[in-house]
Structures are given as structure tokens and as C-alpha cells.
């Protein structure tokens, strides 16, 4: 960047400022944060002004000693699974499981033919790994990961609030999943019996708690895949929206708290916290659900990439960047006035070239995966930089090009990083588990204690972006965990949601 001009660094500066997040700002939004959860845990769970918080009806948080064999079926952002798995007891298990792609026609289509096909993958992974079974008058208990907002009644009973991460069934909204995947298993005669609808952040947080050998408890499951979220355990007189019957049943079984599905995708959604820049209203109004899941477009994957190419867009119209290439009126689209850079749009034009590719100014074109080899590159010259743009975008850059596009990518995802410091410094801290918590935004002690909390996390960014998982750890000591923080363990919990699943079915009580 010290190589850069003035008239160049300057204004880029400026753009990369848009990015930023201080300390302070994780403190406001861990407090802002805290307060949507607790508005949620008092209200209904479909409204855009606080956060779901879902009652999963899961109460059982196992602690590796479970034994048993159940079904698990998942439906994410683009498979399908279906896994049988054995718990030994031991904090191990065995598992079978079949994974297939939902073609977008089901993703986009009507609720029978999505659920039909579902049932008949059930079926056939029956045949294929417990074909006695199928003969069997036993049925088996199949917990369902269903990663999409539910409004939930009871641990099997859950309506759909919306789609997200590309689907698009609009009939199956406002009903209740369990029925629609019951009546299709029921019509092919399966030996099969859903006792439970589950979110993926909850399977990852039970998932971690059964498997790991730290000794530690498991305070959060989160998830950053091709959606965000996290689940973490609640204590039943907190939620205040749950049927006081519901409760008074369960603390007769001596149950005294319940996981929570946050839904925190859609943190702020009212937009009175989180920054927007003119890239994140682009971004937003690219995707199938505008408007919502807010939080989501600032940190996931894929979007920032997204985010990424329409700086360098933005940055280009500006002639900032890739000056050998023509400029192209309808390069960028600007939706918003709100922005100080549309005015820029009318500099002089320059001595032109090429045109920029197709691929630049294609939606989506540019992977985050791209961006982490970006981020490490450290070659002379910035050769990686160069090769993945040619290879992505088909862009030609000259090296002032390249240190800019590194650094529009080291802005943007750590922007992400920091912002998802506060849903889980947030989580932490309204557990009171580390010894403080946050009461009308001020710090208060709990129980002192000097132990050590794990968050269990699932999601390509934070196991493989270089340096994110850092930030986020960073961005937690910044919150008022302060140097508590230190006592959050965040591990990897890969793919738990299949055996986090299986494990829902111990909260079953007839
Ligand atoms: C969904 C959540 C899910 C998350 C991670 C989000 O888009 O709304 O239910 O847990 O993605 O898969």
C-alpha cells in the first residue's frame, strides 16, 4: 500500500474505511445483540424486528456417554443426507450415511415433489444399509435436520417461517415439515418415525458435546456454510414465550434448560446497527430473500466475494483500478443513492483499451476461496494475486492493481470476521458461563470460575480462510468478554450435524 500514489491511496482509503470495525463497535453490537435475544426469547419467533430465538424442545446436552442407533436426515443449503448412526457410548460412534445433491428443480418447485423425493432417499439408503429394517414392524427414530427458520411447537412439530439459501417452495411455508416428510415416508411404508425437527447450529452444538474429550463444556454450536447461525443452551424460565405448560412438564422431569435455535442470520435485520456499504445493498438485493438475513450477506463465504468484485468494480469506475481496461457505463449497478461514490461516476474517460470480461461482470463470479489465495500471497510482484484473477475474473492487472484487490479482500473479510465476534462473544456472554454477563449493558459478574468454554464450530471460511479464525478471536477480546475471552475454545466440530441429529432423538419424551 506505501507504494500506492496519493491520488490513488487516497480515495481507496476511504473505501476501505467503509470496512472497518473497532473494538467499540463489537462492544455496541455484542450489547445490541444480547438485547434481540432477549426480545426474541419473549416474543414470536417471525418478526424482522429482533432475533428468532427458536425453542428447539431439545433438552438432553449429552456428554459422550449416549449409546444407541437412530436415523438422521439433513437438508442444507445444497445436499441432501441421510445417515444412520450408532452411538458406542464412548464419545465415538460409527455411521452409514448417503449424501446426494438437490437438483434446483426440487429446490424451486412444489412441497409434494420435494418431499417425495426426500422419502424416496430414505428409502433407498434403507435398502442399501439396513435392508432388514425395511421388513422390520420396529420403527426406527429419525431425527430431521432441517436448516431453514422454523417456527417450532414441539421437538417434532415445526412450521416453516422462510426459505433461505436459494429455495424456494412456497407452498411448504407456513407448514408443518414433519407432517409433509412424515405423510410422504407413510405413503411408501417405511419402517420410519420423525421424532424430531432440528436445526443444523443444534445438531453441531450436540454433536460437539458428545464427541469431545476436552472436558470442557460446549456453550455454542455455529455454523458458517452456505448460511450462519448458532444454537447454545437457555434456561427455561428465560423464555419467556414457551408454553408454561411445556415448562412445567419438562422441570417435572427435572429439565431445567432448553436449546436454542438463534436464527442469528438475521441479526439486525432492521438495519440500525450493522454497517452498510453500497456493495451490501447490492449484494442484498441480489439474493432470492432481500431484505432478511442481513448479518448473513456481511459475513458468509459467498457473499464475500461477491463483495469483493463489486468494489473492484465500483473502484474501476472511479479509475482507480484496471486503467488499461474501457470503462463500461453499466459496469456496476448502483441501487442506491445513499453513497457518496455515485457521483464519481462522472470523471473524465481516459484512453481505453479492452473490455473488461464477461466474468467481472457476471453476479457471483468471483469465490471466496480465490480470496484466501489472495490474502497469503506473498510473492514478489504478487504473482498468486495475479494468477488467480486471470483464472477467475480473466482480469489482466498491473501490480498497483493487484496490492489494491489484496487489499480490498483483507478489508472486507475482516470485516466478517469481527462482526461474527459478537454473535459469539454475545452467546458467551448471556450464558454467564465464563463468570460475567451482560445486564442492561453493563458487566456483572456471575459465579466466579476459572474454567474453560468450547464453541463448536462448522464452516469452510473458518477452517480454511488464513487468519480468520484469528480475527474472530481477536474480535472477542475486543467484546466485554475482555480477557475472558482467552477461556473460549473454538474448535472445528466438522460435519456434526448427522450425529448431533441422532442425538436429538434422546430429548424424546413420549
Ligand atoms: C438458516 C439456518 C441455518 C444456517 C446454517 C441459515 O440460512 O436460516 O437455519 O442454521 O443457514 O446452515
Redesign the pocket.
Known amino acids: 500500500m506505501d507504494t500506492l500514489p496519493e491520488n490513488v491511496l487516497r480515495p481507496l482509503q476511504r473505501t476501505l474505511d467503509l470496512f472497518e470495525v473497532t473494538p467499540d463497535t463489537v462492544r455496541e453490537g455484542v450489547a445490541y445483540f444480547i438485547r434481540q435475544m432477549e426480545e426474541g426469547l419473549e416474543h414470536d419467533s417471525d418478526s424482522h424486528d429482533y432475533l428468532p430465538m427458536i425453542p428447539s424442545f431439545i433438552t438432553h446436552i449429552p456428554d459422550g456417554t449416549e449409546t444407541g442407533l437412530s436415523l438422521a436426515a439433513d437438508l ?2 445444497t445436499n441432501f443426507r441421510i445417515c444412520s448412526v450408532e452411538l458406542n457410548g464412548d464419545h465415538s460412534f460409527n455411521l452409514e450415511q448417503y449424501k446426494t445433491k438437490v437438483d434446483k428443480q426440487y429446490m424451486v418447485g412444489t412441497l409434494e415433489s420435494l418431499f417425495e423425493l426426500l422419502a424416496r432417499l430414505v428409502r433407498y439408503f434403507l435398502s442399501q444399509h439396513h435392508q432388514d429394517q425395511l421388513q422390520s414392524s420396529e420403527k426406527l427414530k429419525m431425527s430431521f435436520t432441517f ?3 422454523l417456527d417450532q411447537t414441539a421437538l417434532n412439530k415445526g412450521t416453516l417461517i422462510r426459505w ?2 436459494g429455495y424456494d417452495v412456497p407452498d411448504a411455508v407456513n407448514k408443518d415439515i414433519v407432517d409433509l416428510f412424515q405423510k410422504e415416508l407413510d405413503k411408501l411404508a417405511l419402517p420410519v418415525q420423525i421424532v424430531a425437527i432440528t ?3 443444534v445438531g453441531t452444538m450436540l454433536a460437539n458435546a458428545y464427541s469431545s474429550l476436552s472436558g470442557h463444556k460446549t456453550v455454542l454450536g455455529a ?1 458458517f ?5 448458532g444454537a447454545y443452551a437457555e434456561k427455561l424460565s428465560n423464555i419467556k414465550k414457551l408454553d408454561p405448560s411445556v415448562v412445567q412438564k419438562l422441570q417435572k422431569f427435572g429439565i431445567d434448560d432448553m436449546i436454542i ?1 438463534t ?1 442469528w ?1 438475521s441479526f439486525d435485520n432492521k438495519l440500525e446497527f450493522l454497517p452498510v456499504t453500497i456493495y451490501d445493498e447490492i449484494v442484498d438485493s441480489e439474493t432470492a430473500n432481500a431484505g432478511v ?1 442481513l448479518y ?1 450477506k456481511r459475513i458468509l463465504g459467498m457473499f464475500l466475494g461477491e463483495i469483493v468484485r463489486l468494489v473492484i468494480l465500483d473502484l474501476h469506475k472511479r479509475h482507480l483500478i484496471l486503467e488499461g481496461y474501457e470503462q463500461m457505463e453499466t459496469s456496476l449497478k448502483l441501487v442506491s443513492s445513499s453513497s457518496s461514490l455515485v457521483s464519481l461516476t462522472n470523471l473524465p474517460r481516459r484512453a481505453t483499451t479492452k473490455r473488461l470480461s464477461h466474468r467481472v461482470l457476471s453476479e457471483w463470479a468471483f469465490p471466496t476461496e480465490a480470496l484466501s489465495r489472495i490474502e497469503v500471497d506473498d510473492t514478489k510482484g504478487l504473482k498468486v494475486t495475479e494468477l488467480v484473477l486471470s483464472e477467475t475474473l480473466h482480469l489482466n492487472t498491473t501490480l498497483q492493481d493487484r496490492i489494491i484487490i489484496k487489499a480490498v479482500a483483507h478489508a472486507v473479510t475482516s470485516r466478517a470476521a469481527y462482526l461474527l465476534s459478537i454473535a459469539i462473544a454475545a452467546v458467551v456472554l448471556k450464558t454467564g458461563r465464563l463468570g460475567i454477563t451482560l445486564e442492561n449493558g453493563e458487566v456483572k459478574p456471575t459465579k466466579l470460575n476459572d474454567e474453560l468454554v468450547e464453541v463448536g464450530v462448522d464452516g469452510a471460511v473458518v477452517e480454511f480462510y488464513p487468519g480468520f479464525k484469528e480475527k474472530l478471536i481477536e474480535g472477542l477480546g475486543w467484546s466485554q468478554l475482555g480477557d475472558a475471552a482467552k477461556r473460549v475454545v473454538v474448535t472445528i466440530a466438522k460435519d456434526g450435524s448427522g450425529v448431533g441429529a441422532a442425538l436429538c432423538t434422546n430429548s424424546h419424551i413420549e
Not at 225 to 229: D, E, P, Q, S
Open positions: 442444507g443449503g436448516s431453514f427458520p433461505t439459501k436445526n443444523d447450529t455454523i456454510g452456505t448460511g450462519t447461525n435455535n436464527e442470520g438475513h448473513e
